[in-house]
Nanobody, 121 residues
């Protein structure tokens, strides 16, 4: 059973940066999409960024230009570089891996346990 483990969350001041990492315990599907979601208190979970196996990326409008997603297929990792952080970025961040045909069905795929990101002065 493949597991995803996130790291890198924490407390940062507005305008600061954090880098989240997600490592798979074993090799994941080479065609799997990998992405980062977040869920703030009282809000629905939202997709923040995703990266396809070939490297194509997409981002939520709210983070475009500030966040950068990347993956290393050889190391089975996906990272999220977050710059110019805002208080509204505060949330629990989750990574996920899923086959392309299951990507739009969140009940499928593999989820990490989540890491807290708090942006506050």
């Amino acid at each position: 059973q493949v597991q995803l483990v996130e790291s890198g969350g924490g407390l940062v001041q507005p305008g600061g940066s954090l880098r989240l990492s997600c490592a798979a315990s074993t090799a994941i599907g080479v065609t799997d999409i990998m992405g980062w979601y977040r869920q703030a208190p009282g809000k629905q979970r939202e997709l923040v960024a995703a990266v396809l196996s070939g490297g194509s990326t997409n981002y939520a409008d709210s983070v475009t230009g500030r966040f950068t997603i990347s993956r290393d297929n050889a190391k089975n990792t996906v990272s999220l570089q977050m710059d110019s952080l805002k208080p509204e970025d505060t949330a629990v961040y989750y990574c996920r891996a899923a086959a392309p045909h299951l990507w739009n069905r969140p009940e499928f795929g593999i989820w990490g346990q989540g890491t807290q990101v708090t942006v506050s002065s």
